[in-house]
């Protein structure tokens, strides 16, 4: 159940945190799995451990993005698999309330939590629809859902990976056996973490009724399943993975 085997995915920010854990869980599926990160030597590291292939790119660049693609095509010969995980939380720390947000922390995080997840399946989807399969897993969060204060440019981003989410499942209907989901992470003990500070952090905290962060691997097992042949009667969807927050 559940195995990947002769599956190609790509996972941006597969360098690290949950693009990381889900690299590595793929992979132990069957998957052959391209580590896409701006860190070369974190995208080499994992790619190493995993027999996968390293790929290094900035996903706001669209050229970067065409490179990265084609490259892993030419090596694997498609992808079937594309996890859009990479993401910010704010620009250098930068928590304020919406009206004293500059212009340049805005774009700063849509650019790579919208318009980088954007370029990804504007690279993959072509090769998707002639074959008439794939899985797309987008990875939004809990405050695209709720809203975060002093998060505002973050969790815009995140409703609006949801909303695309369920666009282009909808546009892909008819188009073969291709499934798009995105799922809903409350805080995940990871280094994006480092990017708030304390006070967001227990705040957040206090609405998880199990009382912890979630674990990248709990988030990878989610992406596993939706990465999946099995995966196949189920597209726009977002599912939470957030210890219980969702249920209030």
């Not at 204060?149 to 995140?158: L, V």
């Not at 989410?165 to 994006?192: R, W, Y």
Request: glycine fraction near 10%.
């Amino acid at each position: 159940m559940f195995r990947l085997d002769g599956l190609i995915a790509v996972v941006t920010g597969g360098g690290q945190g949950i693009g990381e854990a889900v690299c590595r869980r793929l992979a132990s599926a069957g998957a052959t799995v391209g580590v896409f990160d701006m860190a070369r030597e974190s995208a080499q590291h994992v790619a190493d451990d995993i027999q996968g292939v390293p790929l290094v790119g900035d996903i706001t660049k669209e050229a970067d993005v065409e490179r990265v693609f084609a490259e892993m095509v030419s090596k694997a010969g498609k992808v079937d698999i594309i996890v859009n995980n990479a993401g910010v939380a704010s620009r250098k720390g930068r928590d304020v309330p919406i009206w004293e947000t500059v212009r340049d922390d805005w774009e700063f995080v849509f650019n790579i939590n919208v318009t980088g997840l954007v370029l990804c399946i504007k690279a993959a989807m072509p090769g998707m629809i002639v074959r008439k399969f794939g899985r797309v897993i987008n990875i939004a969060s809990i405050a695209g859902k709720e809203g975060n204060p002093k998060m505002g440019p973050y969790s815009a981003s995140k409703a609006a990976v949801i909303c695309l989410t369920k666009s282009l499942a909808k546009e892909l209907i008819g188009k073969g056996d291709i499934c798009v989901n995105s799922i809903a992470p409350a805080v995940i003990q990871t280094s994006i973490l480092d990017q708030l500070n304390d006070e967001q952090i227990k705040m957040m905290l206090s609405k998880i009724p199990l009382g912890r962060t979630g674990k990248p691997d709990e988030v990878a097992a989610l992406v596993h399943f939706l990465a999946s042949r099995e995966c196949s009667f189920t597209t726009g969807q977002c599912y939470d993975i957030s210890g219980g927050r969702a249920t209030y």
